[in-house]
């Protein structure tokens, strides 16, 4: 089995991205609901791939009684990233700031400077991208006379793409007493000038008429009349932010009307109002008349949400393990002893039944003791070296900024097809066509007869590359606690998993009554051989079928057309005589013209399509797609949620589909109990999934969570049952 030498150069390159690592680690970690959040000795500077944040200060004439003393959060955005006004509009959190200040010292409230309107498709948000400044007034007391002002700040922001990351960081500051303080002048002068100037109420007015807000503002500025004005209400939910307002000029006088959200839990009787255009901002407080419709429900934060926010600050209400009462946050022993158990169970999975036969095959021919125990260590350190570089691998990645989890590498079209090659030819081998040592310099192949443990190490190797897109039971715990642990300690989880996948191997290695309970090498260890090549060529077609679903049928097909023709390639490097080199010379020349004309097809991307409908009103029994934010509008509406984390290439997740989510029993219950059903498809890479998993403590699928109204998400296990689903379901 010369060829898995390949396999070896792969995971040795891989882990040359160890290098990668440590320009991200000194600024924040992700914790196990993944909220980013500061680590190192608080300073004024907290920095995350998504924003950058720091605390600045403007005294220009010192700290004292009546002097303009100002304190403010900066965050600049990277591009597409976005964080919330005090009203957030359809979705979001505002920033939040806790001060602790020094005795006579208080802080104001936020001088808000105007948001923007930011379309998340059929939703609207408030807020800012870019680089803000939200400055809050200090009030100095009589008497304060210390030489510093010594300010902390706990910030919390909620950073938003197409994902929400909610984020934190602490801060500190020093300002001087007696000295100016005013090197952050232009940043505060800027915000002063953005924020919204106010406006005396006048003659404005607004009226509840039905399920619509009529809005009168007298006394607006003359440069503002005949134009066409952004409206921003500060009290959230009364209106549909994403819904278009009609407004028009009567002279001085500008009116606009705008809808009522179905979910408003407010009946203000007066509402401050900003009116916007260009970089000029006003702020009016205008009194409601009317009579209000019957409000919804007060609708809290999401558990999921909120317990990621207070997650940093106090040990919060994680995930729940099905089965389990108030699970503890995992620890460093428990995750590792997860791990192992997990590696041990890897074994038994349908992903890694092919290198089975490699196994039985190999340890048969081992007739010694000494070399079985040398085979049995060979094979584990394969294994568990090429688990601790694939997480090396993963976790430099994600060091970078790559939203990524466990079995990252089969989003890859490319590698996807590379391992439909590597299992054909050793189908193929296996099958008998030919022997790797025949393409071998006459050299080479007698160092490999000599190095059987050699042939072992590559074996685990290649085990490795065969299980990694697996998530056993106690691994997906293990794995997604590991994401947010320091380098060390995250790669001792991943080596963990290496070692439980290696130990039955190596126990029956070491213990003599094993080998004897073996049948002795003979005639059968050929058809036994030819046997194991058709579980190789079944996995091939799997790979196919998971290439389809990342490049769609014309990069399947392309992709089996290439496999013909390699597989021709191989026969005529076979053959005998004259007609080796014409043929040979052909069937290579015909290889290279077809991954020239259909090669590119195999890695194009196949367009990204709903397949799912994603209709409210679509039954409980329907799967409908997963997109961010919608298990929030599901549970806002008093409905369970349950979430299938799939893929393609998880041989896990498409046996729980076939079996357990496709009973008639279990489809009965979750119609029954009006269970709306989600699938988050992780076939081709998606941040928003990737950054879902992270909250959830998980970084592979499958995972299964139950979302219940007012309660923690319930995180069923990777093997599901008919029996732990129903009995879930009925607790609902």
């Known amino acids: ?127 800012y991208d870019n680089t803000v400044l939200l400055p809050v007034p200090l009030t100095v007391a009589p008497g304060f006379n210390a030489a510093n002002l010594d300010v902390q700040l706990q910030a919390t922001w909620l950073v938003c793409r197409k994902e929400c990351i909610p984020q934190d960081g602490s801060f500190s500051l020093s300002v001087p007493v007696k000295s100016s303080t005013g090197m952050n002048s232009q940043a505060f002068t800027a915000a002063f000038a953005a924020a919204p100037q106010p406006l005396p109420t006048g003659g404005s007015s607004i009226e509840v008429e039905g399920q619509t807000l009529k809005v009168s503002l007298a006394g607006l500025p003359a440069a503002l009349q005949g134009q066409t004005l952004a409206l921003f209400p500060e009290t959230g939910n009364v209106t549909q932010p994403a819904a278009p307002i009609t407004q028009r000029w009567q002279g001085a006088l500008w009116t606009a009307q705008m809808p009522l959200t179905a979910q408003r839990t407010d009946s203000p009787a007066r509402m401050p109002l900003v009116v916007a255009f260009n970089e000029a901002a006003y702020r009016l407080d205008v009194p409601v008349k009317g009579a209000w419709p019957a409000p919804v429900a007060v609708v809290e934060v999401p558990p999921a949400l909120e317990a990621a926010l207070k997650a940093n600050a106090a040990a919060g209400a994680a995930p729940v393990q099905a089965g389990a009462s108030g699970a503890a946050p995992l620890g460093l022993l428990a995750a590792l002893f997860g791990a192992l158990l997990g590696g041990l169970i890897l074994n038994l999975m349908p992903c890694v039944f092919p290198v089975l036969a490699i196994k039985v095959v190999g340890f048969v021919q081992v007739k010694n003791r000494s070399e079985r125990v040398a085979t049995g260590l060979a094979y584990s350190a394969g294994v568990v070296l090429s688990f601790l570089a694939l ?248 409905r369970s949620v349950f979430v299938d984390f799939t893929a393609a290439w998880c041989v896990t997740c498409q046996y729980n589909k076939k079996t357990t989510l496709s009973d008639e029993s279990v489809l009965a219950d979750l119609a029954g109990k009006n269970v709306a059903l989600l699938r988050a498809d992780w076939t081709r890479r998606d941040p928003a999934v990737t950054a879902a998993l992270a909250q959830l403590g998980r970084s592979g699928v499958p995972v299964y969570v139950l979302y219940k109204p007012g309660r923690a998400p319930v995180i069923l296990s990777e093997i599901l049952s008919v029996d732990d689903v129903r009995a879930e379901l009925a607790r609902l």
């Open 1 to 127: 089995m010369n060829f898995k030498r390949l396999i070896f150069a792969t995971f040795f390159i891989a882990t040359s991205a160890i290098s990668t690592w440590a320009s991200g680690q000194n600024s924040f970690n992700i914790n196990a609901l993944g909220t980013a959040t500061a680590t190192g000795a608080a300073g004024p500077v907290v920095t995350t791939p998504e924003v950058r944040a720091e605390l600045m200060a403007w005294a220009p004439d010192g700290v004292g009684p009546g002097k303009q003393v100002w304190l403010g959060l900066q965050l600049a955005h990277q591009p597409e990233w976005h964080t919330y006004w005090k009203n957030p509009g359809d979705s979001g959190l505002p920033t939040m700031l806790a001060w602790t200040l020094p005795a006579g010292v208080s802080a104001g409230e936020i001088a808000w400077p105007a948001p923007k309107k930011i379309p998340i498709g059929t939703l609207a948000n408030y807020g």
């Open 391 to 638: 997480g090396a691998l993963l976790l430099g990645l994600r060091a970078t900024g790559e939203q990524l989890g466990w079995g990252f590498q089969l989003q890859n079209p490319a590698v996807v097809a590379a391992l439909a090659v590597l299992f054909t030819l050793m189908g193929l081998n296996l099958a008998g066509l030919f022997e790797f040592g025949n393409f071998l310099p006459s050299r080479l192949a007698t160092l490999q007869a000599k190095n059987p443990t050699v042939n072992a190490f590559l074996t685990g190797v290649l085990a490795t590359a065969i299980a990694s897109p697996c998530t056993a039971p106690f691994m997906g715990a293990s794995l997604g606690y590991a994401i947010g642990l320091p380098a060390l300690q995250a790669l001792a989880v991943f080596g963990a998993i290496g070692v439980g996948m290696a130990l039955p191997f190596l126990a029956a290695s070491v213990v003599p009554a094993v080998a004897r309970a073996l049948p002795r090498p003979g005639a059968w260890m050929v058809t036994f051989r030819q046997l194991m090549a058709f579980p190789m060529f079944a996995t091939v077609a799997w790979l196919v079928w998971v290439l389809g679903q990342q490049s769609g049928i014309d990069g399947a097909g392309a992709l089996l057309g290439l496999l013909v023709v390699m597989a021709l390639a191989v026969w005529a490097l076979t053959l005998p005589g004259r007609a080796r080199p014409v043929i040979a010379t052909l069937s290579i020349a015909l290889g290279a013209l077809a991954v020239w004309a259909v090669g590119p097809n195999v890695i194009k991307p196949l367009a990204v399509a709903a397949e799912l409908p994603a209709s409210p009103t679509a039954s409980a029994a329907t799967w409908q797609a997963w997109e961010p934010g919608r298990v929030d509008q599901l549970t806002a509406q008093g």
